[in-house]
């Protein structure tokens, strides 16, 4: 049963092949548009590269074997950066560094793990630069997580801390 099978199948593809083989070559070429592309070239205009209408884009040709040592600085968008809180774990006193990029309003909470605002750190109008803050926790917060939320603008980063 299963050789019939096999010997069908292989008869029916070679059939398929063979047909496929006899329709292509069978089929009519097309004949090649003659042109003279010495006169086409000359009479063909090439279009410029441009960015928007009106405004062309030259690039300089590139030397080889030189070095270029014009820096470009992309400027970063984000205003809140590198966010450190240290010690971790805490027992007494906190301290937090961050890097703003421009005059904002910052606020820093330490929020539970439900998300409740366990206490107020700071809340005022930063300068531009590398900030650091250092503040004492209070005994009656239960030790345990928590979590310190930076705001600046509508930026916000979330440190996980744990409390002794």
């Known amino acids: 049963m299963r050789r019939t099978f096999t010997i069908i199948n292989s008869w029916i593809l070679t059939f398929a092949i063979v047909a496929t083989f006899m329709n292509y070559a069978s089929a009519k070429p097309e004949k090649p548009k003659v042109r ?21 884009l030259t690039i300089p040709p590139i030397k080889p074997n030189s070095t270029s040592t014009v820096r470009v600085v992309l400027p970063t968008d984000k205003l809140l950066s590198n966010v450190e809180v240290f010690p971790n774990p805490i027992t007494d006193q906190i301290n937090l560094k961050y890097v703003i990029s421009r005059n904002s309003n910052v606020t820093i909470k330490m929020v539970d793990v439900l998300g409740n605002d366990v206490m107020v750190l700071f809340s005022n109008r930063v300068e531009p630069g590398e900030q650091i803050l250092n503040r004492s926790i209070s005994s009656k917060i239960n030790r345990g997580f928590y979590f310190i939320r930076v705001v600046a603008g509508t930026e916000s980063v979330i440190k996980r801390i744990s409390l002794l």
Request: zero cysteines; charged letters at 30%.
């Open 36 to 56: 003279d592309t010495i006169s086409y070239s000359l009479l063909k205009k090439k279009p410029k590269k441009t960015l928007l209408p009106g405004m062309s």
